[in-house]
């Protein structure tokens, strides 16, 4: 996973949810230090920064379900 796949992702309303937001958002973390094995790592220092910055950032954004217009329009 990467922030311009998940860009389209949030372009195409492909999320439905905050929780599949986040796990994209882990996803990146963990490729990071899968893929950036030293801990001196500068990438690995950095996206731990932003980790803790996304952590408390996503606070603040409600939990809301974003239903597909086919969902919608199988309710009428």
Sequence with gaps: MDLGSMYKKLKT???HNK???MDDLALIYENCFT???DPESPLRKSVT???DRWTTLMM???DIVIQSKDDI???I
């Design 35 to 37: 893929y950036n094995a």
């Design 73 to 75: 329009d199988s309710l």
């Design 19 to 21: 929780q599949q937001f």
């Design 60 to 62: 603040g954004v409600p």
């Design 49 to 51: 920064y932003l980790k």
């Design 13 to 15: 309303f492909a999320y």
